[in-house]
C-alpha cells in the first residue's frame, strides 16, 4: 500500500464530511496549539469533528492529511515516517485517529519525537476515553492538551435533529432562572415529545445512520469497545473480556445497581476485586457511571454505592423494557457527570458539587424525602415549565 492512498482518503473523507452541525466542543478547543488530543468513547463524533476542521479551514490535501492508525499502512509503517513525509512534502497539519489502535504501541515516544523534530506541525490525535499516559510519557503530557469528549447533550440533538438553536445554561443559571427558561423554550415547541425521543436515540450522533437498528449498533460499539479498544489500552485477556461483557450484560438489566461484588462474582465466576477492576475497566471506557459515598470521597479502589449505564440510549439498547425511573436517574447523572461532581449522602438521588441536593422522579414526585435539606431540588420528568425548586428534567440536557 502507497502512502498517496492516505492522501487520496483523506481528501475523500474531508470533502465529503457534513459541516452544518458541528459539537459545542469544536469552538471550545484551541486549535492553534501545537499538540491536543480528543478523547472520547467511541460513536461521540471525533472523527467528525477533526474533518470538520479540515474541510471549514479549507486545508488542502498537502497542508492537512487526516489517518487513522487502524489502517493496514501502519502494519509495517511507522507513524514517524507518515510525519516525516508528510513534512517535508509541505505539510502543516496531520490529523490522527484511534491512536490507541497504533500496532506499535510506541505512539506516545513516537509523537514526543514527532512534536520536537518537526517544530512547524500542528498534532491533533484522537483516541478512546481510556486513553492514559503513564509515567514514561510525562513529556508528552506536558506538549499537549486533552479534551474529553461526551456524546450529544439533549440541547445538541434538538439543534441536530429539530434545527432548534438554543443556548448551553450553566447549573446555576438553571436553578434560578428555570422558569423564564422553560416559559420561553416551550413557547415555540412542545418539548416532552423531543425529549423522548433523546432518550431512545440521540445520544451518538450517528443515530442518523442506523434509527431502524440503532439499538443493535449501540451492542455492536459495546462489543468493539470490550474486546477491541480495551486490550490496546490495558492488559486484557480473552476471558477476561468474555467475563466483562456478560459482567456488563447483568449490570444493564438491574441499574441503577448498589453493587455487591461478591454475588456478581459468583455469577461471573470471577473474584471480588476483579469484578471491582472491571467496572473501574468499564467507566473508563465510557459504558457505565460509578456513584461513590460523599463520606469516603472519590476513591478509584474503592466501591461505589451505585453504578449508572453511561447514558440511557445504552440502557434501552440494553433492555428495551428499561424501568423509567432508572431512565430518569441515568439522564441526570450522565448529563451533569462531565462537568460536576456527583455523590451519593443517603438523602437524595445526587448531592452535587457538595451543595446541591436533587431527587429525581416523575410529575408527582414530592420533597418529603429531602424537606429538611438545605439547597434541596426536584428535577421532575413529564414536565414542562416547573416552580421554585421545582425543575423540569429536559432542562438539565441544556447544560452543553
Not at 166 to 173: A, G, N, R, T, V
Request: charged share 20%; hydrophobic share 40%; net charge negative.
Amino acid at each position: 500500500m502507497e502512502i498517496q492512498e492516505l492522501y487520496i482518503n483523506s481528501a475523500r473523507l474531508s470533502k465529503s464530511v457534513d459541516v452544518r452541525f458541528k459539537r459545542y466542543m469544536y469552538d471550545l478547543i484551541d486549535w492553534d496549539v501545537r499538540m491536543l488530543c480528543i478523547r472520547g468513547a467511541r460513536g461521540v463524533g471525533k472523527t467528525t469533528m477533526m474533518l470538520q476542521y479540515i474541510k471549514l479551514n479549507n486545508l488542502q490535501v498537502s497542508r492537512a492529511l487526516y489517518c487513522s492508525l487502524d489502517d493496514l499502512w501502519f502494519t509495517d509503517h511507522h507513524l514517524m515516517d507518515l510525519a516525516d513525509y508528510h513534512f517535508t512534502h509541505g505539510g502543516t497539519h496531520l490529523f490522527i485517529d484511534e491512536v490507541h489502535r497504533y500496532p506499535f504501541r510506541t505512539w506516545p515516544q513516537e509523537l514526543k519525537n514527532i512534536y520536537d523534530r518537526y517544530p512547524g506541525l500542528h498534532i491533533i490525535f484522537s483516541g478512546s476515553s481510556m486513553l492514559q499516559l503513564d509515567q514514561s510519557s510525562a513529556d508528552l503530557s506536558r506538549r499537549c492538551i486533552f479534551y474529553d469528549m461526551p456524546g450529544l447533550s439533549f440541547r445538541e440533538y434538538l439543534m441536530l435533529e429539530h434545527q432548534q438553536i438554543l443556548p448551553k445554561f450553566s447549573l446555576e443559571q438553571l436553578l434560578t432562572l428555570h422558569e423564564t427558561i422553560s416559559l420561553d423554550i416551550t413557547a415555540e415547541t412542545k418539548i416532552l415529545p423531543l425529549f423522548t425521543e433523546y432518550l431512545h436515540h440521540g445520544y451518538y450522533p450517528f443515530y442518523r445512520e442506523t434509527r431502524q437498528s440503532y439499538a443493535k449498533a449501540i451492542q455492536q460499539v459495546v462489543t468493539n469497545i470490550i474486546d477491541t479498544d480495551l486490550p490496546a489500552v490495558e492488559n486484557i485477556e480473552y476471558i477476561t473480556a468474555a467475563k466483562m461483557k456478560r459482567l456488563f450484560v447483568i449490570l444493564s438489566r438491574m441499574v441503577p445497581f448498589t453493587l455487591n461484588l461478591t454475588d456478581l462474582g459468583r455469577l461471573i465466576e470471577a473474584s471480588r476485586q476483579s469484578v471491582l477492576r472491571m467496572c473501574h475497566l468499564l467507566q473508563r471506557s465510557g459504558l457505565v457511571i460509578m456513584l461513590y459515598s460523599n463520606k469516603s470521597g472519590i476513591n478509584q479502589l474503592g466501591k461505589p454505592e451505585k453504578l449508572y449505564m453511561e447514558n440511557p440510549n445504552i440502557l434501552y439498547a440494553m433492555a428495551a423494557n428499561a424501568e423509567i425511573g432508572t431512565v430518569r436517574e441515568t439522564f441526570f447523572i450522565n448529563q451533569l457527570h462531565s462537568a460536576h461532581q456527583l455523590t451519593f449522602n443517603g438523602k437524595g438521588d445526587f448531592l452535587v458539587d457538595d451543595t446541591y441536593t436533587f431527587e429525581v422522579g416523575g410529575k408527582g414526585k414530592t420533597f418529603s424525602q429531602i424537606k429538611d435539606i438545605s439547597n434541596s431540588f426536584l428535577a421532575v420528568d413529564d414536565t414542562e415549565i416547573g416552580y421554585s425548586n421545582r425543575i423540569p428534567l429536559w432542562m438539565f440536557g441544556l447544560l452543553y
